[in-house]
Structures are given as C-alpha cells and as structure tokens.
C-alpha cells in the first residue's frame, strides 16, 4: 500500500523552487504554507507572550510599578488579540495546511493559490495591529471583546477592525478551503468515516468559521461606522444598543472558542492510539460528539452575558444549553481514557503533552461548567475565576495540543527526530509552571479580583505574586521549545524512520519523512487496517 | 520592616485558616482566601453552595476519571509487557457514561434554577437606590424608603484620596499602609459609601452614563452591569451590619481598577437618623450643601 | 503543476473535481457572505 518513493526520480520541475521568494513568498504547496503559517504563529506566541510577561510584571505586587493603566489595558487586549488570532488559529490552520491532504491522500489543498493568499494576509493584519502600539493615540485598549461604547473611545478602532477584517477573511478563505480539500480531494476509499479524527475536527471546525467569522466582520464594521460615519447601531444617545454589539460579538465568540479547541481534541485522538498502540476508542461516538459541540456552541452564547441583565428565561436557557455540552466533551474524554485502557503505552513528549492535555483540559472544563450555574456565575463572572477558566482550556488545552502535535509530526516534517531528552525538559517545565501560573488564579477569582485591573488590594498580593512567578518560568520554558526545534530542524543527526513511531497509522506515515515536496500524486490504496481508528463498521 | 513582614504572615496564616475552615462573613477579601464568600445578604448563600456543590461533583468526578487514567498509565505500559488490545468499541459503557453526566447536570441544574428564580425576583422591595457608573465613579441616589419617596438624596463616590495618591505610578507608596482601623482597604475604600439599613429588601436599579461597567459588591451574592441607555435591576436584603467593599467588574476604561464600591449596613434607627441628615443638608442652601458633602467624608473617617 | 499531474495519473476527469471543489466554494462564499449581511438585519430589532 506504500506510496512508490519516486521522488529522486523527479526533476527539478517537482522539486522545491530554489529562490526564496519563490519558493516561499509566492508558495502554492501545503507544506510549505503550513510551515509559514506555523512559523508565524510561533512568533506570534512570543509577541503574545511578552505582553502577558508585562501583565504579571505588572501584577507581580501592588501598586503601580511598571506602567499606567491604559497601557496596561493596551497589554491585556493586545495579548488576547494576537494569542487568538496570531497564535492559536494561524497554528492550527499550518497544522491543517501540513496534515490534512497527507491524511486524505490528496496531492494539495483544492486551491493552492488561494491557500497562499490565506497566508500572506496574516503578517500584514498584524504589522496594522501592532503598528497601533507605536502610534500617538495608542492601541486598542477596550480588552479583546471591544465592547461598544468604551471601545468606540479608542483613536485606534479603525486600524483594529480592518485587522480584525484582513484576520476574518484570512481565516474564512482558509475554511473555504480545507472544506473543499475535505470534500472534493479525498483519495478513492478514503470515505468519510474512514478520515482520521483530525481531520474530521477540522472539518466541522472550518464549517464554524463560516458560519461566525462574517458575524464579527458585521459587528467590527458597525463599530466603525457607529464612529466615523455617524450611524447608531450601538450609540445609546443615539437609540442604538450596546448590548446587541454583545450577543452579535458572542454568537460569533462562542464558535470561536470551539474552533480553538475542536482541533485539539483531534490532535488528542491522533496521538492517544499512536502511543497507546491500540485504534480509539468510539470513532463514531468521537465524531459524533465533536459535530453536537459544534452544533452547541451556537446556542450558548449568552452565556457570557449572565451579568447584563437578560431576562429570566434567557438565562436558564442558556444555562441549559451550556450545561448540556458537557456531555459531549465528557464522552470526548472518557473516550480517551478508554483508548489507554488495555493499550500498551510509552511515554514520548508528544504522548505526555497528550496526557497534560486530557487532565488540565478537563479542570478548564469543570470550571466551566461551574460557571454554567447562574446564580454562582454572578460571582465568577469577570474575576480572575474565568481567567483561570480560559487559560486553563487555552493554554493547556489548544496550546497544549499544538505543542504536543508539533512533537508527534516535527520528524515527518524535518526528517529528523528532536530530542526526547530536551522534549521532556520542556514538557515538564510546562507543565509544572503553568499551573504555578493559572491554578491560583482560581482563588483569586473566588476571593473577588475583578479581571482586567492593572493593581489590587493587598489581599491578593500573595497569590498574584504565585502566579507572576509561574508566568515567567512558563514563558522561559517556552524558549527550550524553540530550541528543540531548530535543532530538530537543523543539527539533529538521528534520522526518523517513515513510521517514526512504532504504533503510529494512517496515511501520512506511508510517505518517507522527511515528507517530498509533493505527495500523493497517485492517489493512494486506502488499506483499512493503516487506519488510525482501526474497524469502524465494529 | 521584618516585624512587618512577620506580623503580616502570621496575620495571613490566621486569614488562611479562617478562609480555609471558617465561613465566617467576609467583608473584604483576605489574605490566602481560597473559595467564595459566604456573603451577607439573605440571597448571597444561593452562589456560595452552588459553588460548592459544583466544586465537589467536579471533584468527585474528576478523581474517578483521572484515577483511572492513571491506573490505566501504570498498568498498561509497554515498559511492563502491556500488550495492546483490539477493542474499540463498548456500547454498555458508553451508555453508562452519557447516562450519569445527564443526572448530575438535572441536579444541578435544578439547585441553580431555584436559586435564579429566588434572585429574579424584585418584588416587595422597601426601598429603591439609584445606580449610576460613571468613568470612573458611581452615583447613588436614594430614590424611595419605606414606601416613601426621598427628595434628593444622592452623591458621587470614588476611590479615597489615600489609595489614589498611593496608586499612582511611582508614587513610592506601600499599598500595605494603607488602612481603615486593621483592614487593609488599598483600592477597596470611597470618599463616601452607600449607606443602606440592615433587614430592608432593596432594589437596586443599575445604569450608566457612559460606557459599560459592573456593579459588584462580593457580599450580596451577585454583579450586574451599568448599561447606558439600559436600566438593570437587582436587589439584595444585608443580614448584618457591616461595611462590605467591592469594585466594578467590567473593563471600563483606564481607571477601571480604580472605582471601588462600598456599602455600608446601618442598623435601621442609624439608617434612619442618616437619612434624615442627608434630607436635612440637601434642603439647605446650594453652598451649604457643598461644604457639608466635602466635610462629610472627613468626619465620616475620623469617627 | 501538481494538480494536472494528479488528474492525469488518475484518469479522473478533470473537469468533475474541479467542477465539485468549484460548487463547494460557491457554496460556502454564499454563506459566508450571508452570514456577514444578516448580522445587519440588528437594525431591525431597534427601537
């Protein structure tokens, strides 16, 4: 069932072009778009990650120490901003761009150019948001959900939503895209209940973005014409109301969410069964409980909104409704679990990533669903309760999966194995000081730190001193990372094998690693038993 | 110095103890406090145990599944001979365990519904205080008590002047100093507190005249945004007399973390003679009523 | 490049794929864009 390694006999014509600008710049190969995309986001992590080390800088004791408070509500947005949009999507998107036709059996993505285009917008929304920082009137400072009318205060909006409009269309050309590879390019046999996980969390995740992204390019453009062009959508002196900016920007948050975490659980259900060495467990169940997630988090929205007054009927509505998807993911979970029972485990970094993952995923996941309750949300609700909340799902969750997908992929990509030892050393670095960083969020947030506040009562000083510490051990790790990968990349000797992990199936491990620059151009026989899921009629 | 630094350990340790064990009501959030408050208003225990029970259920379940995983990690290691089985699929179990998060969710769900509908209830009020955030400072208007409506009771509160000057950048001020008595009330104390009697149910109507904030006093159980253009109510019966401190909870700008709430609890004849000075002083002269407002809050500390 | 290499080794005809990735991009604009304009229709709910 092997792919025939023809690749030597290629000529130049199928190689890699040899100019950089060519080869990258003007780029139509889904590996090497997925590898601009992951090198991008990986800057962005850093970007990103120097304005949370500024935060807990800040935050490290109280009083005002470092900078004013408006800078330090530039920080909080800025940091959100660019981890969601720059870090966070842009990885999972190169994820996708890389693995998604390897795994179809699809010689590229169905349109290459468009692909291209998908990247290259990314670096110019960004140089426009971040420019904001180095201009007179400051960046976005209204936190990351711009809430009108506080962020129709800030000199900057304009620039943030035509970024937030080039970051929108970015991501929307992207989903077109993977839909229409998923749909149109599969290889003969490879049906859809035969697709890796990963791939069907990226399907249902690129139906998502189509679904929101246009809903916040609707709310960010209301925003600019509210300021400039004199409308009043959301201008209460006006008759607008600045609370359907909310459930406009929620129906579109919430998805959002999701589609930060959707892939993930595929990533997980990739690399479970591969160091398990046994197929996962329920594939049609993992499927099916992505795709009620998905279908759930257009009905939840309003549950951000629990504190401005909704009636009483919305607010069990939605409680309901947010409740019930813990059902879902919790099937997601005791699925994996069952993967490892009756396995036959090791432990390489991606599975311990992995292993992370399933446990701090699923504290995010409690929290959650405490604050699902109503009544206990009027406490939570925007304290440090709900950081805690997101970070834990965000952090340990999707960045998390990342980390650990581009440990369980990095040989196929290189060709060359990272090393195990180092791979480790950041692991458990990771793993330990995030915790020091998030967990005592948790009581803060029930001792009643408001999020979003550059200084505190000295009652929280212990706590946000924890958690400052954690916060700069956590980001420094995150320098090993970058240097297992360049060596990976680069120095190491160890060759990977085509397998590269012994319990590893699927399409993308019958090609030689490192991968050719074109795969799959005869499409592949699908052999069922080389699928990762093992027998799904069962 | 040092003996500062003992002095606040030892104090933290107590706090944590208290925190940890106690459920004493908390008028300020203390040093090394782990959960919730209990609060002091008759609706504020609703978010407390909910919180609880949730915490435990989570627990509970949360130990079951990742004891298992690690039973699971131990037991079928490849380093131990574990050799893989083929399964993938159990009906039964899968069953099982979509069945008994459904049951747990009704319970909850149930506890957390009644809770609600209690809270939503604005009804039979005895008295009505107006709301108003601004950037960055809260309004309070008494608009009626005991059925009789108050002729123009109102004030401005914001953050008092010792935690401003302390706040500043660079101000080389210890945030610890600053004090009410033994509490440390850094960026939780105003220039002049709501003032509200004890056992009096009363609505609260929450509104804005700028951007949106988020009135949050931890003791009452509950926040609710200040919308511009939106009126929001909500209402809160205080068990005990008592000063209980809180801060606006939504980003409302640069000095969001910089408007604090406090609310004091008199006992109804206190409330009742306050009342009845604040008429007094309003129904003077404008000048008058100026100097008694900037006077106020001096006296206010001193006694 | 790639592509027409595909189509030729497979003898897929090529204009059926491409006509199937072609339906599904309309498709999915014609969403996307409707998504965008309803979010509009918020005019409507306005006092």
């Not at chain 1, 290459?112 to 960004?126: D, T, V, Y």
Request: charged share 10%; aromatic share 14%.
């Amino acid at each position: 069932m092997s792919y025939a390694a023809t690749h030597d006999q290629h000529d130049d014509h199928h190689g890699a072009p040899k100019g950089f600008f060519q080869r990258w710049c003007m780029s139509t190969n889904h590996k090497d778009i997925g590898t601009l995309y992951l090198i991008f986001s990986l800057t962005m992590l850093f970007i990103g990650g120097s304005f949370a080390m500024l935060i807990r800088a800040e935050l490290f004791k109280p009083g005002m120490q470092l900078m004013q408070p408006y800078f330090f509500n530039e920080m909080t947005a800025m940091h959100a901003l660019v981890m969601i949009f720059g870090a966070i999507m842009p990885a999972f998107v190169g994820l996708g761009n890389w693995m998604i036709p390897l795994m179809v059996g699809a010689p590229d993505m169905a349109l290459p150019r468009m692909n291209n285009l998908s990247f290259w917008i990314l670096p110019f929304a960004f140089v426009l948001l971040l420019s904001t920082l180095f201009l007179p009137g400051g960046g976005p400072a209204g936190g990351w959900t711009m809430y009108p009318p506080l962020s129709l205060q800030s000199g900057s909006l304009a620039y943030a939503v035509f970024a937030i409009h080039l970051m929108g269309i970015s991501s929307i050309m992207g989903a077109i895209n993977i839909i229409a590879t998923i749909l149109n390019m599969r290889a003969p046999g490879m049906d859809l209940m035969k697709m890796p996980v990963f791939v069907w969390s990226w399907l249902i995740t690129a139906f998502l973005l189509i679904a929101v992204m246009p809903a916040l390019a609707g709310a960010v453009t209301m925003l600019l014409t509210d300021k400039y062009f004199g409308t009043n959508f959301f201008n209460p002196g006006g008759g607008g109301d600045p609370v359907l900016y909310q459930h406009i920007f929620w129906f579109f948050g919430h998805p959002e969410v999701y589609i930060m975490i959707l892939p993930a659980f595929g990533i997980i259900s990739e690399i479970v069964p591969t160091f398990a060495r046994k197929p996962i467990f329920g594939y049609k169940a993992m499927v099916f409980a992505i795709a009620c997630i998905a279908f759930l988090s257009f009905i939840v929205w309003a549950h951000h909104m629990f504190a401005v007054g909704l009636p009483l009927g919305a607010e069990v509505f939605f409680m309901y409704a947010t409740m019930l998807i813990s059902v879902p993911t919790g099937v997601k979970v005791f699925n994996w679990v069952a993967t490892m029972w009756g396995g036959s485990m090791t432990f390489e970094t991606p599975m311990l990533f992995a292993i992370a993952f399933i446990i701090l995923f699923t504290i995010g996941g409690f929290s959650g669903l405490m604050m699902a309750l109503v009544p206990a949300d009027f406490q939570y609700h925007d304290t440090y309760f709900i950081v805690a909340h997101f970070h834990y799902v965000l952090v340990t969750g999707a960045l998390f999966a990342i980390i650990g997908a581009a440990y369980y992929w990095m040989p196929k990509w290189t060709g060359n194995m990272y090393s195990e030892f180092w791979g480790k050393v950041h692991f458990w670095n990771s793993v330990i000081w995030v915790n020091v960083l998030f967990f005592p969020q948790h009581f803060l947030g029930l001792a009643g730190m408001p999020r979003r506040i550059p200084d505190y009562n000295v009652a929280f000083a212990n706590f946000n001193m924890i958690s400052s510490i954690g916060g700069f051990l956590f980001g420094a790790t995150q320098l090993i990372f970058v240097g297992v990968l360049i060596h990976c990349a680069f120095f190491s000797k160890k060759k990977a094998t085509d397998r590269v992990w012994e319990g590893a199936k699927g399409l993308e491990w019958t090609i030689p690693s490192p991968a050719p620059h074109h795969t799959f151009e005869v499409p592949p026989v699908i052999n069922d038993d080389e699928l990762a899921h093992g027998h799904v009629n069962d | 110095m040092t003996s500062g630094g003992i002095r606040r350990s030892f104090t933290a340790a107590a706090a944590l103890a208290l925190a940890s064990f106690g459920s004493a009501a908390l008028a300020a959030p203390g040093p090394w406090q782990l959960n919730m408050e209990r609060g002091a208003s008759t609706w504020s225990p609703v978010p407390y145990h909910l919180n609880n029970v949730a915490l435990g259920v989570c627990t509970v379940i949360g130990v079951l599944v990742f004891s298992a995983m690690f039973i699971a990690i131990f037991r079928f290691r490849k380093s131990r001979g574990a050799v893989a089985e083929k399964w993938s699929h159990n009906t039964t179990v899968e069953v099982v365990w979509t069945t008994i998060p459904v049951l747990i969710l009704i319970t909850l769900a149930y506890l957390a519904t009644s809770g609600l509908t209690s809270w939503a209830d604005t009804t039979g009020s005895q008295m009505t205080v107006k709301v108003t955030g601004y950037q960055w400072k809260w309004r309070y208007d008494y608009v009626d008590y005991l059925g009789k409506s108050i002729d123009k009771v109102g004030f401005m509160s914001k953050l008092d002047s010792r935690s401003d000057r302390t706040r500043q950048l660079g101000s080389g001020m210890d945030p610890f100093a600053v004090k009410v008595g033994d509490e440390n009330t850094y960026l939780l104390d105003v220039d002049k507190p709501l003032v509200v009697p004890v056992d009096t149910k009363i609505r609260f109507v929450i509104t804005s005249g700028d951007v949106i904030h988020s009135w949050w006093v931890p003791a009452t159980g509950w926040k609710i945004d200040a919308i511009p253009g939106i009126i929001n109510a909500a209402w809160a019966n205080f068990t005990t007399p008592g000063t209980y401190r809180g801060q606006c909870a939504e980003l409302c700008g640069q000095d969001h973390g910089f408007m604090p709430i406090v609310v004091e609890v008199k006992s109804k004849a206190d409330f009742a003679k306050w009342l009845a000075e604040q008429e007094a002083s309003s129904k003077a002269p404008a000048a008058a009523a100026q100097t008694a407002q900037v006077a106020a809050p001096v006296a206010g500390k001193q006694g | 490049m790639a592509q027409q290499t595909m189509h030729a080794a497979t003898d897929q005809p090529d204009g059926k794929s491409r006509r199937g990735v072609r339906r599904t991009v309309t498709i999915l604009a014609v969403i996307a864009l409707a998504v965008y304009l309803s979010t509009f229709l918020q005019i409507l709910l306005m006092k």
